[in-house]
């Protein structure tokens, strides 16, 4: 871990801290919430000792990057600009884009957007979701789940966290790193976050000194910046309206557990199987359901998940 190295680039208007390590073709990792560069760890140093680049920003809102805090600063053209502004920093034409979570959503649309910069994607945990003209992300799961979801619950600024203030920040990450299973996350208003209860031991993949280094990070940042991914959803569907139906050329690869909460989001599997994935993403070259594992997919698996990288991307 000491060799990756740490440093700092203005893009779109914000300051980016960006870990890197290794030489040769450039794969850029986007993490999700709640997590930051270093859920890529085990990946930077097996791809960096194969002959990667292997370069991981705290996306703007994380870490040690810059958090804008209005969540009209987060749309999805937001968080892309910021990663064309690194690419452009780095003088790199083309890369290997790797997502999980809000990271995989983000590359989707930086494929769509920009596929003139990506060599081949391999996303992880959340499928393409196209847009649906009719009906918005917040208010489609609310219709289906009610106003408990988390993703919904995440809505009101200021409100969760608040709720997690009642926490300390490690039992609210070792909370969050256990709740994306098949069952999904409903936070009651009656009860809070803290109702919700935390794990008597930590799964096999999270150490005590991870969940340290990661809540050492989010009490210096807050939580604002993550949740504000959530909080721009419906700005983000407003903004996509001229993409609506347009496809993902770009090479693809999708990797998901089966227990994992995306995957059982309402439509998914069947859009998975049936073909409309493949439709809206016709590069899609493999997907892969991954048995017994569920949301945080690259750590709790990460030999496995290098691995299906690796063999995904030398063939570009």
Known sequence: MDKIEHSTITTNGINIHVASIGTGPAILFLHGFPELWHSWRHQMLSLSALGYRCIAPDLRGYGDSDAPPSPASYSVHHIVGDLVGLLDHLSLDKVFLVGHDWGAYMAWFFCLFRPDRIKAVVNLSVAFMPRNPRINLVDGFRAFFGD??????????????????????????????????????????????????????????????????????????????????????????????????????VPAKFIVGDEDTTYHFPGVKQYIESGGFKKDVPSLEEVVIVEGVAHFINQAKPEEISTHIYDFIKKF
């Open 148 to 249: 408990d979801f988390y993703f919904c619950r995440f809505q009101e600024p200021g409100e969760i966290e608040k709720d997690f203030a009642s926490d300390d920040t490690a039992t609210v990450l070792k909370k969050l790193y256990t709740s994306f299973g098949a069952t999904h996350l409903f936070i009651p208003k009656e009860l809070g976050f803290k109702g919700l209860k935390a794990p008597d031991t930590l799964p096999s993949w999270l150490s005590e000194e991870d969940i340290n280094y990661s809540a050492s990070k989010f009490e210096q940042k807050g939580f604002t910046g993550g949740l504000n991914y959530y909080r721009a959803a419906n700005l983000t569907w407003e903004l996509l309206a001229p993409w609506t139906g347009a496809q993902v050329k």
